[in-house]
């Protein structure tokens, strides 16, 4: 069946049979305002996790297609740097409204193709939306600054303008609000874009793509192509591109910024982690207990802001045997069903992937306390499902440790006072999340001060920023310098231009100065 809730008004005018009317449906490209097939004849399904069934077919765009994309970003930059900005926040705030209107439909396609709940799927949605409703107020976020009478008769002033065409390239694990923490931000400041979604779950983008047409973005302003390294590689070295906002694994995301750098283009780089929990013993251990399996199994281990790894310090060790007991609690189903927990991982290679990690950290000397490795869930006998699992006595020398696993795996680990477990996290080489489990201020007020950590959580155990602040990760979390959404992103997707400007009575005689003017 259809599943992009496309109105006829885009559809494609070739004589083939259009995207959306075959079996699988293709995924478009969009391009100049209108959603179109790819003339490829390279292909890749787009895997249900849950059930294997090919939800659709996302091709590898062209690099015509690629090229007419940018075009038309570049045609439409002139026209959308000038419309008013009032009138592109308006543009936000009909879109956050459709949005909300369509919130079941997006989900459902959240879960259909990423495999997360139903409810996560909402969530997966709703922290992008927010974003949408941060660019409402764009005008106040992008002020100048003004000094009047910086000489005799000069005002200096300098005002925030867009870049002209920038460029998103997005991983899978949240398909709404990963491109909506990107384009919002950099169309609402004037630029135009060109959207690389996952090639494992494009439908949200395209989705989202539609909504933003009918909410009023004109055409060419927003444009989606689709593929993998080789667009990818398009889009750094492509001369009219100016910005790239990627998120993703650091393989990805180091090879990205350092290509595109290359070209002299801005990027900003969000990438993989490791993120810890010190548990203390003076914490609420029931509040605890309950963070951390919600943080650790949520999304089936698939955030960057999971919790990965936690840190008992002292007597809170002997928690671990009632953490076994409630992470066994948890349902692990295909995410339609009602009341389920955590649904499967992406990949059958993703499943793999954690499988070798968690072996790798038992044959290092790691106590399996829970394995979730063999689990099968009926109905759903061919979905990628790996069920809670817990490995203790994790040194940081262990494989599993020392990579990022991106599944439903938490590593328990134990330190002797709080310095000791601070070093063990300031030695990991991410730095985007950390938290502490405590009732002591003082101990709280230490773990902010010292950590190496982006995103601090104190008795919070996924502190992911709302969007007037921005998403700060650090060490080998982000590479650039300016961060996504907030203030940072604001300024990230504008260039400061400064004006110096005279008005003075011309009556005077006015000389010749060669020197260097000072006031
Ligand atoms: P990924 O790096 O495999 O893919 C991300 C994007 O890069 C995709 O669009 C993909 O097509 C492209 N890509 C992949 N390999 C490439 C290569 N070698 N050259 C060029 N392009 C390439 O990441 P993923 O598996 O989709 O996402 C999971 C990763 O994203 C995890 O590492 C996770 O921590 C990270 N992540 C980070 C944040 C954050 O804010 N720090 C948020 C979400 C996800």
Redesign the pocket.
């Known amino acids: 069946g259809q599943i992009y809730a496309l109105g006829s008004s885009h559809l494609s005018t070739a004589a083939e049979p259009s995207y959306s009317k075959r079996t699988p449906p293709r995924v478009p490209n969009l391009i100049g305002g209108s959603f179109v097939d790819s003339k490829t004849s390279n292909f890749i399904d787009v895997i249900n996790p849950a059930t294997q069934e090919v939800v659709s077919q996302v091709p590898l765009s062209t690099d015509g297609e690629f090229k007419e994309a940018v075009s038309a970003a570049k045609k439409a930059f002139p026209r959308w740097r000038n419309t008013p900005i009032t009138t592109r926040q308006r543009v936000m705030l009909k879109f956050q409204e459709l949005i909300r209107r369509d919130m079941d439909k997006l989900s459902l396609n959240v879960t259909t193709e990423q495999g997360k709940t139903l409810k996560d799927a909402q969530g997966d949605v709703f922290r992008g939306l927010e974003v949408v409703e941060h660019a409402c107020g764009m005008a106040t976020l992008q002020m100048g600054e003004f000094v009047s009478n910086v000489s005799h008769g000069i005002d200096t002033y300098s005002i925030r303008e867009p870049l002209g065409v920038c460029a998103g ?6 398909p709404a609000m ?1 491109p909506l923490w990107m384009f919002p931000v950099a169309v609402t400041c004037g630029n135009t874009f060109v959207l ?1 979604p ?3 779950d494009p439908g949200a983008s395209i989705m989202l793509a539609e909504l933003a047409l009918e909410a009023g973005l004109p055409g060419g302003v927003l444009n989606i192509v689709h593929g ?2 080789d667009i ?2 398009a889009i750094c070295d492509d001369d009219d591109i100016r910005a790239i906002s990627f ?7 180091m ?2 910024y350092s290509r595109a750098a290359a070209k002299g283009k801005r990027v900003q780089s ?4 490791k993120n810890h929990a010190i548990v203390m013993p003076d914490a609420d251990a029931d509040a605890t207990l309950n963070a951390l399996v919600a943080a650790g199994f949520g999304a089936a281990g698939q955030r ?1 802001m999971a919790l990965s790894t936690v840190i008992f310090v002292g007597g809170s060790q002997q928690w671990e045997a009632e953490l076994i007991d409630r992470a066994k609690a948890l349902k692990v189903n295909a995410g339609t069903e009602p009341d389920i927990d955590l649904g499967p991982v992406i990949s059958k290679q993703a499943k793999e992937r954690i499988h070798k990690l968690v072996q790798s950290g038992i044959e290092s000397g790691a106590k399996l306390l829970l394995d979730g490795r063999n689990i099968v869930v009926p109905g759903y006998e061919s979905g990628n499902f790996i069920g809670p699992t817990i490995l203790s006595d994790v040194t940081a020398n262990m494989e599993c440790y020392q990579e ?1 696993i ?1 599944g439903p795996v938490l590593l328990s680990m134990q330190a002797d006072s709080l310095e000791e477990a601070i070093s063990i996290i300031n030695n990991n080489k991410y730095g ?1 999340g950390a938290a502490i489990f405590t009732t002591s201020g003082v101990a709280a007020r230490k773990f902010q001060t010292e950590v190496e950590a982006g995103q601090v959580g104190i008795n919070v155990p996924i502190p992911v920023p709302l969007p007037f602040f921005s ?1 700060t ?1 650090n060490k080998a ?2 590479a650039g310098d300016l961060n996504f959404y907030g203030k940072a992103g604001v300024n990230f997707f504008t260039q400061i231009k400064t004006i110096t400007q005279q008005w003075k009575d011309s009556t005077g005689s006015s000389k010749i100065n060669l020197a260097m003017p000072t006031s």
């Open positions: 390239i997005c991983p899978f694990n949240f990963i690389k996952s090639e494992k993998t390294h990818v590689n998120v993703g694994s650091n393989t990805a995301g090879h990205i969000n990438m993989g982690a960057c990022e991106f985007n998403f990760g979390s982000f």
